[in-house]
């Protein structure tokens, strides 16, 4: 039941005041105790209308936020106080003066009909009004007036009769009957409005609605957060001038449909945006308008590709580098600062020197650690299936093509980082394409007709001379300088001596972890291993200590015959693979004995003494290299 309260400047019978348990009357009110009794309701709360006289309702309004319903006295009313008023006075013959609310439209000649003296109406806006109308009465001529409380109080201090207008029954319940459906109206439009707004709000999209005119009459909170507007704000806006788009007026006037659209609003935000006339009966009545952010439609569509590109992941960081030379420590830090932007790096560094471990160490210390991490060994594939691997494909684009196409390694990389690794095998009629999608952001598939946006970081490998492959022609200068932008040059494991013997400790007891812990390396066996050149780099020490770790277990050879004899297994089989180690030797001529021992002893002499180093150099082990310099004669005594 609604609590209603009824203010009214004229009569009501004890009686009727009584008879609606929900409507609390205050009768024979001023505007000002009008207004301090609204004021003092309204604050107390609990107060779902007022009722009150065009008069009262317009002295009230600006007190209160709760509907006002107006309800005047009817003509009936009025009929019954003049006969009261004549009755009481016995006048008869005379003039009454009638004072009645401006917009009071009365039709004074039917009431005169009823009435035995003449009447004349006094309207008013306020009480200045009122106190100015009773002013110029005279008594003689109006010795009867009808009216309300103010004007009653100031025309009996001139001796005039007055009385105030009585409210009968029948219009007290017309009233408040009307107040009560009013009410019902409002509380179902609450209902029916909340239950807009709850289905708008449900939209992940920013809504707005308009009316005919493109004004908007309602939008969601979606749509008050993308445009940094309250919707107070929004309301009332015509949706061409708010998108500075002329072209909305098709939708809202044409009744044309407008999708997926891309707008800018006030220079801030890029929206996509799609228009939908609201027709009814064939006509036009408004709009309906979804706005999306292209950021986060973007970050969707990263999320899709994610999706699709699970396991794409690099597993290794910085820690997991090994190696506390001042080589290898500023080598790390400038990589580090590198991961700091988004800018191109081109890894160098020979076979086995840990690439990969550094390109996925950048990715994991970037801002893209939580996107994907793509690598592709371009080496590793054949032109026509390297092609269709980086770019994607559409279905039906060549005959084994899979139903519905694939998404290329550029387009699961989006958001984060694409590894190419020995770029330089990357065939030159398909570095055009890859140099087009480094400087246009977008990649379109093969068979494909629309270009794809992507996000990537490009990480790219060699361990060739990429400028004496331009020379040759084998590699587009063009792309080089696109991919030469920010430089790592890794250094080989044979100028970071001081890492060596880390990363044996490293590597052989993560290996006995695995396959169980062999005999400790002798001290000797030790410094063979330090002192070898290693020309595979860490992945050959890795698999000599691994060699080692299983057939220390298995075999009874000493650790100095395993290690020798692996290090024998990887010395190169033919002279190009390594320097001649007797270039430029100058030597005296004489027998092949003292000639050979003045090649061993050049060739010792340009390894600092390293025995090992120079047996390997010259094909021979370092026995027969022992051998041969213990067995030089002395020199003659003079």
Not at 176 to 205: C, P, S
Not at 269 to 285: E, H, Q, T, W, Y
Not at 561 to 568: A, H, S, T, W
Request: proline share 4%; net charge neutral; aromatic share 8%.
């Amino acid at each position: 039941m609604y609590n209603i309260i009824m203010l009214i400047g004229g009569t009501i019978s004890q009686r009727d005041k009584t008879a609606f348990p929900n409507v609390t009357i205050y009768d024979a009110l001023t505007f000002r105790e009008a207004k301090e009794i609204a004021r003092t309701l309204i604050e107390a709360r609990g107060v779902d209308a007022i009722i009150a006289p065009s008069g009262t309702a317009a002295a009230i309004e600006s007190y209160v936020t709760v509907p006002i319903v107006r309800s005047d006295p009817s003509r009936f009313d009025i009929l019954q106080t003049l006969h009261y008023a004549e009755e009481t006075t016995g006048l008869e013959g005379g003039r009454i003066a009638l004072l009645l609310y401006k917009s009071r439209n009365i039709d004074l000649q039917a009431i005169q009909t009823f009435v035995k003296n003449e009447l004349h109406l006094y309207t008013y806006e306020n009480e200045d009004d009122i106190e100015a109308i009773v002013g110029r009465l005279d008594k003689a001529v109006f010795p009867v007036m009808v009216g309300g409380p103010t004007a009653l109080r100031l025309a009996e201090k001139k001796g005039i009769r007055s009385f105030l207008l009585r409210l009968s029954s029948e219009s007290l319940r017309r009233s408040i009957d009307m107040a009560n459906r009013f009410l019902e109206f409002a509380q179902k439009n609450r209902e029916q409005r909340k239950l807009l707004e709850t289905a708008l709000n449900v939209f992940v999209d920013g809504v707005l609605i308009t009316d005919e005119k493109g004004q908007v009459i309602e939008s969601n909170v979606k749509a008050n957060a993308i445009l940094d507007m309250a919707q107070e704000e929004l309301l009332g806006q015509r949706v061409d001038e708010l998108f500075h788009d002329p072209t909305c007026k098709d939708v809202y006037k044409g009744g044309m449909q407008q999708l997926d659209r891309i707008i800018d609003f006030q220079g801030r935000i890029n929206l996509f945006s799609s228009r939908m006339p609201v027709i009814v009966d064939k006509a036009v009545k408004g709009a309906v308008i979804t706005l999306q952010e292209a950021t986060k439609i973007e970050k969707l569509e990263h999320e899709y590709r994610r999706y699709q590109s699970q396991g794409f992941t690099a597993r290794y960081h910085f820690h997991d580098i090994v190696g506390a030379s001042s080589a290898m420590k500023s080598t790390i830090e400038k990589a580090k600062a590198f991961s700091n932007v988004d800018s191109v790096v081109l890894i160098r560094g020979e076979t086995g020197t840990g690439k990969e471990l550094f390109s996925q160490s950048i990715h994991n210390y970037s801002h893209r650690k939580k996107g994907p991490f793509v690598a592709v060994n371009c080496a590793a594939l054949p032109a026509n299936l390297l092609e269709s691997e980086l770019m994607g494909y559409e279905e039906g684009a060549f005959t084994s093509a899979k139903r519905g196409g694939k998404a290329g390694l550029f387009e699961l990389a989006h958001m984060g980082t694409l590894f190419l690794d020995e770029v330089t095998h990357i065939p030159i009629e398909l570095q055009a394409s890859i140099l087009r999608v480094l400087q246009e952001r977008q990649v379109l598939r093969i068979g494909g007709k629309r270009m794809i946006p992507i996000n990537v970081r490009i990480i790219a490998a060699t361990n060739e001379d990429l400028l004496d492959l331009i020379h040759e022609g084998r590699f587009r200068m063009d792309l080089y300088y696109r991919l030469n932008v920010l430089n790592l040059s890794i250094p080989p494991l044979r100028q970071r001596g001081s890492d060596i013997t880390k990363l044996i400790q490293y590597y052989f007891d993560s290996f006995s972890r695995q396959h169980g812990r062999p005999p400790p390396l002798s001290d000797e066996a030790m410094r063979r291993l330090e002192s070898y050149a290693w020309p595979g780099n860490i992945r050959e020490l890795i698999n000599c200590i691994e060699r080692y770790v299983v057939l220390s277990r298995q075999l009874a050879e000493a650790d100095i015959e395993l290690i020798d004899e692996f290090l024998q297994a990887e010395r190169p089989s033919s002279p190009s693979a390594m320097e001649n180690p007797v270039g430029d030797l100058q030597i005296s001529l004489g027998n092949l004995d003292e000639m050979e021992r003045q090649i061993l002893k050049e060739v010792l002499k340009r390894y600092d003494g390293n025995k090992l180093q120079a047996a390997l150099s010259l094909g021979i082990s370092r026995t027969t290299l022992w051998k041969k310099l213990r067995d030089a004669p002395a020199k003659p005594v003079n």
